[in-house]
């Protein structure tokens, strides 16, 4: 008896866990569009998505590493993506391309939070240009959020492409069920020992 009702609280309670490489492809491609939270189960921000025929011959071009779609930090700013399910996800890395690089020198550094708390920090800032996509692995496990910070907030943009992360989503009941299941337990356990 014991072994059913526990088997019924973990199912209800149930965890899923996927991995995912985000190319947005589904996306539009028209950059005053943004990223309507929810989508590949995160939250963006103001990320939106841009073509590669867009803006020829700069870093949006060079930036798509799949297909013809990615994402960029709309209007320059940092970015924040926070998972749109409960749970964590475990973030791989991404490619990264300067929009535009201009006279200056671009560069991304990232933290990993976790309920608002700092888990993960890059202990030094990652050089892009607006020419060649550059990996950026990370490997962090167990985040809810990932800010991407640029040391031209606010004058340039970023574009991010195969943006790949490993989700651990997790069901949680609504009220309403949790009460039916818990009035089920305890009509087993009244059957049981009246039975014994």
Same mark, same amino acid.
């Given at each position: ?15 899923? %866990? ?30 939106? %998505?841009?073509?590669?025929?867009? =803006?020829?011959?700069?870093? =949006? ?12 930090? @709309? ?34 550094? =990232? ?11 890059? %202990? ?12 950026? @692995? ?6 809810? @959020?990932?800010?991407?910070? %640029? ?5 340039? @943009?970023?574009?991010?492409?195969? =943006? ?33």
């Amino acid at each position: 008896m014991k072994k059913i009702i526990v088997g019924l609280c973990l199912s209800f309670f149930a965890s899923v %866990s996927f991995a995912s490489v985000i190319s947005f492809e589904e996306l539009s491609g028209n950059p005053a569009d943004t990223i309507t939270d929810g989508y590949q189960g995160f939250n963006w921000g103001l990320i939106g %998505s841009v073509s590669n025929t867009e =803006f020829p011959g700069s870093g =949006f071009e060079a930036g798509v590493v799949s297909g013809t779609k990615a994402a960029f930090n @709309q209007y320059g700013v940092d970015a924040s993506i926070a998972l749109a399910l409960n749970g964590t996800f475990d973030f791989i890395g991404a490619f990264f391309t300067a929009g535009w690089i201009g006279d200056y020198f671009h560069e991304l550094s =990232f933290e990993g939070y976790l309920d608002g708390v700092l888990l993960y920090s890059t %202990s030094s800032s990652f050089a892009i240009t607006d020419t060649t996509a550059t990996w950026i @692995q990370l490997d962090w496990a167990g985040i809810d @959020q990932l800010n991407i910070y %640029s040391n031209l907030a606010g004058w340039d @943009q970023w574009v991010m492409d195969d =943006f790949t992360v490993d989700i651990h989503a997790v069901s949680v009941p609504e009220s309403s069920s949790l009460a039916m299941l818990l009035l089920g337990l305890v009509g087993l356990v009244v059957i049981r020992r009246r039975s014994v």
